[in-house]
């Protein structure tokens, strides 16, 4: 046999054998995780060809043009390089195909025989991959320099990495070093060969003139060797990609297309699946009890994990010492759901799967063996940090929420002290158990009178806003102030509303946050009911509490609630832009604005509540560090308010110590909860004696527009509606 028989017979015979051997293992694994989204729970309600179609300009922005990576500069454009690099170089696998079959001469064909000025397919594509290889390397660096600076050995929870699989990640980096690294080889054989297909490779080309000089036969046998080594490691990278959590290159596509087409994002509304009690019999589970009873979007979720940690970064419970990290709940679940598929698929019985099959998916109590663990699922606020940050669009949230539905309904297992907001919400109307005998009381420290709407009158067409005033408005005593203050300049502006009063009750958030879903369910299809009898589909609702905005706005329309409803910032900021409210006492005080979750993050309204704020002569803005899509949570979201809060440091004092750090003297924002929780943590601060009373207060941006607004309407000059009397600051009311 000749030296050129065997060199071919090595390039076909070994070469076919490497393909083979990763190619069936592949195979094997594809199928297993094929199957595995298929024992997922069935979502008839979703459509998967209306959902690509809506989804496919998100996904393609999201994928291809890496949009929420790059917010982070420098990962992100070193996973962009990284990215394109990976998409240009599956055009070497069918050179180094051609090559393994025909010879070192293939080319790819028709690319020379395309030209404009002088300049090939191939020059483009030769320059291509080498200019993207090196940009890559580059990227390799930067990842390789982040996480050494990221090192969880040296800076422990701070570091995003905390939690994650650090060898896979190395491993990752190598992988990719040594695919471009033998690409590279292959390349500059061919350039020594002189079967280069364009000198515009010009990486490549440095390597063939180090290979200059070596005879024929033994290049011929380098750049085989190189060869068959460089298809090996491609196949063990998918093989090592199919069970890391770099499966996200190949589940994300699929991931992104299949997302709720009626969510344009993953926050504001949660997921909802009708409960039908009259249909409901011993079968029946609601929320996600096991890892099967999960949809298979959330399969594809946990399977397109990259676990960069951005969301642990950001999470608030994470930040403050407690042990919910929205990467490793994630991170459990897919390694419960991987441990658990083979019984799932029928490949094990019980008694091989053993403990995988009986431990629960959620404690009862702290500490207690579960795939995850009581204070996890109750430390979360929903404020919905990890999804914004998320690159891949995980709904940690809904996630989290689903899990909240069985504990709540099925096990009636939660922390107790909410099951006093619970029993409140059902019996009286509000959280905090007042009843709606007195949800008209705020008006009467008010000069003038707000019609009451009744139901069945269908009457609201007759009015420009509704004014739902939520429970806290209307019955806890810091936050009636807000809402006096927010009807006050309603009325200065001359609008004319009305409120439903004795007739509204809870709009069910912190029961559905909580978990439960059926006491929910039946506030919102009431509240529907309701709205639609007093005419609020003729008109619009406007809603000062961010939980009522996003709720009416965003959740009663699965319950055939369709209004437009808009939040107090909004309709103030207009009658600003209007000329209807104008405020002329300068306050001459420096002020930070603390975004709300459920209007920031949840409803992107970040711009009118600091319009408000802007409009007031005098004030001196300053942003905290983490505001708008970067806000940091007060802690009262899905359904803390109602929690007790004892361990770690406790989110409400970490966003004040953020605040106190621009030496601020007023902190507004536009939330019951979060005017709650900031309050609170001042008088915290002024019983360590941090502050002195009164140095800083916290107010609704209503309440700082009232307080630049001193001189009667008359005074100013503003057209419309009649001069009121002057109004007294909402802080002495």
């Not at 009708?274 to 019999?281: G, H, R, T, V």
């Not at 069910?508 to 609020?536: H, I, W």
């Not at 005017?675 to 002195?692: F, H, N, R």
């Amino acid at each position: 046999m000749d030296a050129e028989t065997a060199l071919m017979i090595f390039r076909v015979v070994v070469g076919t054998a490497v393909i083979a051997f990763f190619g069936a293992w592949a195979a094997r694994r594809v199928l297993f995780l094929v199957k595995l989204n298929q024992a997922a729970r069935p979502n008839p309600e979703r459509s998967m060809r209306n959902a690509a179609k809506a989804n496919l300009r998100h996904a393609l922005v999201n994928i291809f043009g890496n949009k929420k990576l790059l917010r982070w500069s420098l990962p992100g454009i070193a996973h962009f390089w990284v990215m394109w690099a990976f998409f240009v170089a599956q055009t070497t696998l069918l050179e180094a195909a051609g090559e393994l079959y025909i010879g070192p001469e293939f080319n790819l064909p028709l690319l020379n025989s395309i030209s404009l000025a002088g300049v090939t397919a191939y020059d483009l594509l030769g320059f291509m991959q080498d200019s993207l290889a090196l940009l890559s390397l580059t990227g390799i660096a930067i990842f390789a320099a982040i996480r050494f600076s990221q090192d969880p050995r040296s800076k422990g929870r701070e570091s995003r990495f905390a939690g994650s699989n650090l060898v896979q990640g190395w491993w990752i980096l190598g992988a990719e070093f040594m695919v471009i690294w033998t690409l590279w080889i292959a390349h500059g054989v061919r350039f020594a060969e002189g079967h280069a297909p364009t000198e515009a490779a010009f990486v490549s080309r440095l390597f063939g003139d180090a290979f200059a000089g070596m005879d024929t036969l033994t290049l011929e046998w380098v750049g085989a060797v190189n060869l068959v080594i460089h298809i090996a490691i491609v196949g063990a990278f998918l093989i090592f990609t199919l069970h890391s959590k770099h499966l996200h290159i190949l589940t994300i596509p699929f991931q992104e297309l299949s997302r709720d087409p009626n969510r344009d994002k993953a926050l504001g509304k949660l997921s909802t699946e009708l409960i039908d009690m009259e249909a409901m019999d011993e079968d029946t589970v609601l929320g996600v009890g096991q890892i099967e009873q999960f949809t298979f979007d959330r399969f594809l979720d946990f399977e397109t994990c990259t676990e960069c940690g951005r969301c642990q970064s950001q999470c608030p419970a994470w930040n403050t010492g407690k042990p919910l990290s929205p990467k490793m709940l994630i991170q459990d679940l897919r390694d419960h759901m991987y441990a658990k598929g083979p019984f799932l698929l029928g490949q094990i019985d019980e008694a091989e799967a053993g403990d995988v099959i009986k431990i629960p998916l959620v404690g009862d109590a702290p500490g207690e063996a579960a795939v995850i663990d009581y204070d996890v699922l109750w430390s979360c606020t929903t404020c919905g940090a990890c999804v914004e940050e998320c690159p891949v669009d995980i709904q940690h949230v809904d996630t989290i929420v689903d899990m909240r539905r069985y504990k709540a309904m099925m096990e009636s297992s939660f922390p107790q002290e909410a099951g006093v907001m619970l029993r409140n919400v059902e019996n009286a109307g509000d959280p905090w158990g007042v009843g709606q005998s007195k949800r008209e009381e705020w008006t009467e420290k008010l000069d003038f009178d707000i019609p009451v709407l009744q139901p069945g009158s269908d009457a609201g067409g007759e009015y420009e806003y509704i004014f739902w005033t939520g429970c806290a408005g209307a019955v806890d005593d810091r936050s009636k102030k807000i809402t006096q203050a927010t009807a006050q300049l309603l009325h200065d502006a001359g609008v004319n509303f009305a409120i439903l009063g004795k007739n509204e009750t809870c709009n069910g958030d912190p029961a559905r946050r909580l978990g439960m879903e059926y006491l929910f369910q039946m506030l919102a299809q009431q509240n529907v009911e309701l709205l639609k009898s007093v005419g609020a589909d003729k008109t619009k609702i406007v809603a000062w509490c961010p939980h009522c905005f996003n709720t009416l706005k965003n959740e009663y329309p699965d319950f055939d609630g369709n209004f437009e409803v808009l939040h107090h910032s909004e309709v103030l900021a207009k009658l600003i832009d209007e000329g209807r409210l104008v405020a002329t006492s300068e306050l001459d005080k420096k002020i930070t604005y603390h975004d709300p979750c459920y209007l920031g993050r949840h409803n992107e309204v970040y711009s009118t509540p600091r319009k408000v704020v802007d409009a007031v002569p005098g004030l001196q803005p300053t942003e905290m560090g983490r505001c708008r899509s970067n806000g940091f949570c007060c802690g009262a979201g899905g359904a803390r308010m109602w929690m007790e809060e004892n361990i770690g440091k406790r989110v409400n004092m970490e966003r004040v110590d953020e605040a106190l750090e621009l030496d601020p003297d007023l902190i507004s924002t536009a939330c019951p909860f979060c005017t709650t929780m900031l309050s609170d943590g001042i008088a915290q601060k002024v019983q360590e004696g941090t502050l002195t009373e009164g140095q800083v207060e916290v107010l609704d941006i209503s309440e700082v527009l009232q307080r630049g607004r001193l001189l009667p309407m008359a005074a100013q000059g503003v057209k419309g509606g009649d001069a009121p009397t002057e109004p007294e600051p909402a802080g002495q009311q």
